[in-house]
């Protein structure tokens, strides 16, 4: 076992380090930062998320992508390490041996990427969803062959299945083809009677990479994921449209949160698939976010909601696409603003951008948020290995 290496914050909080971690009390969140894993010379680690799987004796589950350090999107092998002791120590990164990329019949490379794991309770299963990423002779992607993927983990018997893929229907509801959909980097929701309610987004045109997002109501046996119905349907005219998009239950409603290339749109909805008119994120002074062309997602923390991103104005004009540092803040879920009193730093900037990140809920008072160092390579920081990062939140 290894454990992880605390990471100084560059920040006037009081710290405390404790057990290999660093902890900033910001009222009324407890921030503590460790380290899951390193890349190595030649690879880095991108696309890292968490589980917490609720077997008898519970753990939890990291997979991350192995992925070249130039370049983009070069995804390899899907990897795997559990800790077992609330993320003090964590295993070896290991090979998920049928998240392999492998080169298809007609020349092809296909892979698993941008992987959401999440435990579902009603099946006791570790159900992964996110895209294929496919790369013609292995070096062209071809993003117009994107299909919603998902593999299933059985803890009992320590096995990942199969690659799937999700049947959609031919057409959305203006009558357009659901070209190329993908649930990449897409945080999901549960509900009580093991539906799952899984943010998609797709293309209309395939001569327009215009994305439109959706929530999909899908049913899961233990195996398969079944597409049952989505509702509205969600767009911009502009650039790449609303894409990456995220959902989460607070109370009786339900919120979407939806990427785009100059922005970043807000949506709610009282039965989680059918949203009313998004509008832009802004803080309650009505001032914009300044989050864009990068996601966001969700986090419940003492019957209060969270959204993580990253935004412009943090004195981080020398980050690509001002992907660091990694905040946190809370929503007013009426007004549907970030409330700027509250916003934390959730993980400093450090040379890197810090966009991709994922959220496990672990408790009412506690989420994890996991998220891999990008573009060390390039940097201030060339030479060394990036980093998967856990920001562990916590109500004081």
């Not at 609720?54 to 390899?76: D, E, F, I, N, Q």
């Not at 905040?327 to 509250?342: A, E, K, M, W, Y």
Request: glycine share 8%.
């Amino acid at each position: 076992m290894k454990t992880p290496t605390f990471i100084l914050l560059g920040v006037a909080f009081a710290i405390t380090v404790t057990s290999g971690r660093t902890t900033v009390a910001q009222s009324p969140l407890q921030i503590t930062l460790s380290t899951i894993a390193q890349g190595d010379p030649e690879w880095d680690w991108t696309q890292a998320r968490t589980a917490y799987v609720a077997t008898a004796a519970p753990y939890w589950l990291t997979t991350m992508s192995r992925t070249a350090k130039v370049g983009t999107h070069g995804y390899h092998d899907v990897f795997q390490c559990i800790s077992r002791d609330h993320g003090l120590t964590w295993s070896e990164s290991s090979v998920i041996p049928t998240l392999r990329r492998t080169t298809m019949d007609d020349g092809y490379d296909v892979v698993a990427g941008d992987l959401w794991p999440r435990w579902h309770q009603a099946t006791a299963m570790i159900l992964l969803t996110g895209k294929t990423f496919n790369f013609e002779d292995g070096t062209r992607e071809n993003y117009l062959r994107e299909k919603v993927a998902y593999a299933v983990i059985d803890p009992a018997l320590a096995t990942c299945g199969p690659l799937c893929t999700l049947e959609m229907p031919s057409h959305d509801h203006e009558g357009k083809l659901f070209i190329a959909p993908n649930a990449g980097c897409h945080q999901r929701a549960d509900l009580p009677n093991g539906e799952i309610l899984l943010p998609i987004r797709y293309q209309k045109d395939a001569h327009k990479r215009i994305y439109t997002s959706i929530v999909a109501r899908l049913a899961f046996d233990g195996h398969t994921l079944s597409y049952i119905e989505h509702g509205s349907e969600h767009t911009i005219s502009t650039h790449r449209g609303l894409y990456e998009p995220s959902v989460t239950q607070f109370g009786k409603e339900f919120f979407l949160t939806m990427r785009a290339d100059d922005d970043a749109f807000v949506a709610k909805s009282s039965d989680g698939i059918h949203y009313r008119a998004h509008q832009p994120w802004t803080f309650d002074d009505g001032q914009p976010l300044g989050s864009y062309h990068t996601q966001q997602h969700w986090a419940t923390i003492s019957n209060r909601l969270y959204l993580i991103y990253t935004r412009r104005g943090a004195n981080n004009d020398h980050i690509m696409r001002h992907r660091a540092p990694l905040f946190v803040g809370q929503v007013d879920p009426n007004s549907l603003q970030v409330i700027r009193s509250t916003e934390q730093v959730l993980v400093p900037e450090n040379g890197a951008m810090l966009g991709n990140s994922g959220v496990c809920q672990i408790s009412d008072r506690e989420a994890w948020v996991t998220v891999a160092e990008n573009g060390v390579s390039r940097g201030k920081r060339s030479g060394d290995n990036n980093r998967v990062i856990l920001a562990i939140i916590s109500a004081n």
